[in-house]
C-alpha cells in the first residue's frame, strides 16, 4: 500500500453497484456538523462511529456506534463560541455538546479538534497533542485503517488507507508501518486483538507479526488501560478465539500469564482436555451463551489452580484444593488488573465454590445454606452457569439435569421463609394485650387461628384487622382455634407440592 497516494475520496466512485453510500448520520450530528459550517468550519464523523455505520448499513452486521465523535479544523475556543451549551474539559481539545436527544449516546456529542500526537517517548501517551488544521493529517494519526474513515453527509467517505476495503474483507491493519505505529502506542496492540474479536476479523500479516515482536512494549502500559482491552475481548462474543490470539501473538504473557501454566497440563481420567484447553473452553461456553462478565471471567480462570496442585500422572492424577488455590490466583490476578473491589469478589468466589456438589445424595438443607452463605443468595444462579460451563468445556458433560433441578428445589426452599406465625403483623405480646392475659397456650393457638386465615387471604395481615381477630377470636373454644392447624399444614403441603412440580423432582 502506498500511503502517499492522492486522496481517495470515495473508494466505492467507480464501482456502480455501490456508487454513493446512503448512510443517514443521526439528526444531532447533521445539526452540529451544519453548524460548524455555518460557522466557516469543517465537520467530520470520525473514528470508530463512522466504522460501526459502515459495518451495519452496508455490510449489513447488527452493530450500532457506541458513541460519536467529530473531528473539526476549529479549535477548542473556536467550538465553544459555536455551542454556547458545551463544556471543555480535556487534555486533547476535546469539547463535549450536550443535545437533548431521546438517544442516551446522542445526548453528549465529542468535538475534538484535527490533531497530532506530537512525540511518543514513553510508548504510552503522546507528550503532547498538536492541533493541525487538515483532517488527513488527524486520520493519519488513527490505529487501524478501520478507524480512519470520516464522512460529513453519510454519503461520500474519506478514506485515505483502503479502510473500506479492510471493513468488507474483515481485515484489522495499522495505518502506516505496524513497527513504528505500535512502537508508538503499546495498547494499540491490545486494540488490535480486541477489534479482531469484537468484530470477528482477522488480523493482516504484517500488522499480526508485528503484534508478535513488539508484544513485550505492553509492560509500559497502565493497568487500568490493559484491563479495559481485555475486558472487551472478554465480553465479546468470540471471546475465545481472543483469547487464542493474545496467547499465539505473546500478549497474554503480559497479561495473565497463570493461565498459560495450564498449558500441557494433562488432566485425569474426567477429562479429555489439558488445563489450559480446558479453561479456555469454559469460556467459550460461557460467550456462547452471552453469560455475564463476571461469570466469563470464572469460567476463564475456574481451574487456574490445577497446575499448583497436581500430584501425580496420568489417569489417576489428582488436583485437591485447586479451589483454593484457583481463587487466590484469581484475587492476584483481579488486583493486579485494578478490577474493582465488587466485581473481584464475586469472581474470586465463583472460582472458590465451583466445585459444590450437587449428587442428590450430597445435598442437604444445611449444605445448600452454607452454599448460599459463602456466594451469597444473589448469586447463586451465576454460579451454576460457572458449573455449567466447566462441565459442557470439559469435554464430556455428564448427564446432570435432574441433580440440577433438585439443587435449585433445596436452594428455593431455604430461602424462602417457612410458613409461621413470624409471617403475622402481630405477635404474642400484642395478643397478651389486648387481651389482658398472661402467657400460655391460648396465645398461641390464637396466633395460629390468625395465621391461616392470612394464608387464605393475605391482604388481611394488618395491625387493624388482626386486632378486631384477636378479640373474635377470644370467644371461641380451645377445640375450635386447635382445628386451623390443619389448615396451616396443608398450606404446607401445598406450598411443597407446588415447589417441587416447578422443578420436576
Ligand atoms: P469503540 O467501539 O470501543 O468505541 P472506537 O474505535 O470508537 O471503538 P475509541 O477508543 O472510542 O475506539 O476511539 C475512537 C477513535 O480514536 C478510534 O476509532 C481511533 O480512530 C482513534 N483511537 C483510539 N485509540 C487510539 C490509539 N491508541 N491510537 C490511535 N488511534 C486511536
Ligand atoms: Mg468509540
Redesign the pocket.
Known amino acids: 500500500m502506498d500511503y502517499n497516494s492522492p486522496v481517495l475520496r470515495d473508494n466505492w466512485g467507480s464501482d456502480s453497484s455501490r456508487g454513493h453510500y446512503k448512510m443517514t448520520l443521526p439528526a444531532e450530528i447533521q445539526k452540529i456538523i451544519k453548524e460548524l459550517g455555518n460557522a466557516g468550519y469543517e465537520g467530520y464523523a470520525?473514528?470508530?462511529?463512522v466504522?460501526?455505520l459502515v459495518l451495519s448499513e452496508v455490510e449489513g452486521l447488527p452493530i450500532k456506534?457506541?458513541?460519536w465523535?467529530i473531528a473539526t479544523n476549529a479549535k477548542p475556543e473556536e467550538i465553544q463560541k459555536v455551542f454556547p451549551d458545551s463544556f471543555y474539559a480535556n487534555k486533547f481539545g476535546t469539547v463535549t455538546v450536550k443535545t437533548d436527544s431521546a438517544d442516551n449516546i446522542l445526548r453528549e456529542i465529542q468535538i475534538t479538534p484535527y490533531r497530532i500526537e506530537a512525540k511518543y517517548t514513553d510508548k504510552r501517551h503522546p507528550e503532547e497533542v498538536k492541533f493541525v488544521s487538515k483532517l488527513d493529517d488527524d486520520l493519519s494519526?488513527?490505529?487501524?485503517t478501520i478507524?480512519?474513515l470520516a464522512t460529513a453527509d453519510g454519503k461520500l467517505i474519506v478514506d485515505l488507507f483502503g479502510g473500506q476495503t479492510d471493513l468488507k474483507e474483515k481485515i484489522i491493519r495499522t495505518v502506516g508501518k505496524p513497527g513504528d505505529r505500535f512502537g508508538e502506542?503499546a495498547?494499540?496492540l491490545l486494540?488490535a486483538v480486541r477489534f479482531a474479536a469484537a468484530l470477528d476479523f482477522s488480523i493482516e500479516e504484517k500488522t499480526l507479526n508485528a503484534i508478535g515482536e513488539n508484544a513485550e512494549l505492553l509492560r509500559a502500559i497502565s493497568k487500568e488501560r490493559i484491563r479495559d482491552e481485555f475486558l472487551?475481548i472478554v465480553e465479546s462474543d468470540k471471546a475465545y478465539e481472543g483469547m487464542l490470539m493474545l496467547h499465539e501473538t505473546g500478549l497474554l504473557k503480559f497479561i495473565v500469564p497463570e493461565l498459560e501454566d495450564g498449558i500441557g497440563v494433562g488432566q485425569n481420567l474426567h477429562h479429555i482436555y489439558t488445563v489450559w484447553e480446558h479453561n479456555l473452553l469454559a469460556l467459550k461456553y460461557a460467550a456462547d451463551k452471552k453469560y455475564s462478565t463476571e461469570v466469563r471471567l470464572a469460567s476463564l480462570f475456574h481451574d487456574i489452580g490445577k497446575p499448583q496442585t497436581k500430584r501425580g500422572e496420568g489417569k489417576y492424577s489428582t488436583f485437591y484444593g485447586h479451589d483454593v488455590v484457583g481463587a487466590r490466583i484469581t484475587a492476584r490476578i483481579l488486583e493486579r488488573l485494578r478490577f474493582s473491589k465488587e466485581q473481584a469478589e464475586i469472581i474470586i468466589k465463583f472460582v472458590r465454590y465451583h466445585l459444590f456438589y450437587y449428587n442428590v445424595g450430597e445435598v442437604t438443607e444445611s449444605s445448600v445454606r452454607r452454599l448460599l452463605a459463602n456466594v451469597g443468595p444473589e448469586n447463586i444462579e451465576n454460579l451454576i452457569k460457572v458449573r455449567e460451563a466447566d462441565r459442557i468445556g470439559s469435554g464430556r458433560p455428564k448427564a446432570v439435569p435432574y441433580k440440577l433441578r433438585h439443587l435449585k428445589y433445596i436452594i428455593d426452599k431455604v430461602s424462602h421463609d417457612p410458613i409461621s406465625a413470624k409471617m403475622l403483623k402481630v405477635n404474642g405480646e400484642d395478643v397478651m394485650k389486648e387481651l389482658g392475659i398472661p402467657p400460655g397456650p391460648k396465645v398461641g393457638l390464637i396466633l395460629n387461628s390468625l395465621l391461616s386465615e392470612i394464608l387464605e387471604d393475605p391482604a388481611k395481615n394488618t395491625d387493624e384487622y388482626l386486632r378486631n381477630g384477636i378479640r373474635k377470636l377470644d370467644k371461641k373454644s380451645p377445640e375450635e382455634l386447635k382445628r386451623a392447624l390443619e389448615k396451616i399444614e396443608q398450606a404446607v403441603d401445598a406450598e411443597e407440592k407446588e415447589r417441587m412440580k416447578k422443578y420436576y423432582v
Open positions: 470520525v473514528g470508530g462511529c466504522r460501526d456506534p457506541k458513541d465523535d494519526r488513527r490505529d487501524f478507524n480512519a502506542d495498547l494499540r486494540r472487551k
